[in-house]
């Protein structure tokens, strides 16, 4: 629901009297748009909704930098045996 309606609208007034029933608005639509005169100024969201925001961000994020991760060139490559290894030879010292 990203359109504002009438049904996800309030003004600031609204906002000000009442903010108990705006918060619980929020609750059940997810969203409230937020609006002083005719002018848009805010979205209020639920924190389930703004997690889920979050949440589909970070994903985006780890796409996008696993993809340049995966574009990068690999150097010479050491099994990891040898590497544990070569740890384990170390932790002795």
């Known amino acids: 629901m990203l359109i504002p309606t009438s049904q996800n609208t309030r003004s600031i007034t609204d906002m000000r ?4 029933k705006l918060l619980e608005e929020v609750k059940k639509l997810g969203l409230v ?3 002083n005169r005719t002018n848009p100024e805010a979205v209020i969201l639920s924190i389930e909704e703004f997690q889920s ?3 589909l961000i970070e994903d985006h994020l780890d ?4 993809e340049k991760l995966s574009r990068e060139k690999v150097g ?18």
């Open 53 to 55: 925001l979050q949440e």
């Open 17 to 20: 009297e009442n903010t108990i």
């Open 33 to 35: 748009y937020l609006f």
């Open 76 to 93: 010479r490559k050491i099994p990891l045996k040898q590497v544990i290894k070569r740890y384990q030879q170390s932790s002795r010292v």
């Open 63 to 66: 796409e996008l930098e696993a």
